[in-house]
Nanobody, 124 residues
């Protein structure tokens, strides 16, 4: 079965950086769009960024453009999220998701598989 396992979350001060990883298994990884979403307490899950299987296309939420960067290593079945210049409003549980179509989606319903999430807390 498909498994997505996130790691790399934690507590960081404002302005700091974190790198999240999502290791995938049970799927032909290079054929999947991989995305990151986040959910803050009391809020709906929101799109952060997604990347195509070839890494040629990506789509970022306006709130993270210029600060976050997505990448993937198809040989390792892993997608990464480099988060820089973190702000308190970036605090959330971050989820990795996989979509079995060639088109990048920004809605939770666009994605077929989800990880369990990793907590990111930005606080001084």
């Amino acid at each position: 079965q498909v498994q997505l396992v996130e790691s790399g979350g934690g507590l960081v001060q404002p302005g700091g950086s974190l790198r999240l990883s999502c290791a995938a298994s049970g799927l032909t990884f290079s054929k999947y769009i991989m995305g990151w979403f986040r959910q803050a307490p009391g809020k709906e899950r929101e799109f952060v960024v997604a990347i195509s299987g070839s890494s040629l296309r990506s789509n970022y939420a306006d709130s993270v453009k210029g600060r976050f960067a997505i990448s993937r290593d198809n040989a390792k079945n892993t997608v990464y999220l480099q988060m820089n210049s973190l702000k308190p409003e970036d605090t959330a549980v971050y989820y990795c998701a996989a979509r079995d179509t060639p088109f990048i989606g920004v809605r939770t319903g666009n994605y077929d598989y989800w990880g369990q999430g990793t907590q990111v807390t930005v606080s001084s």
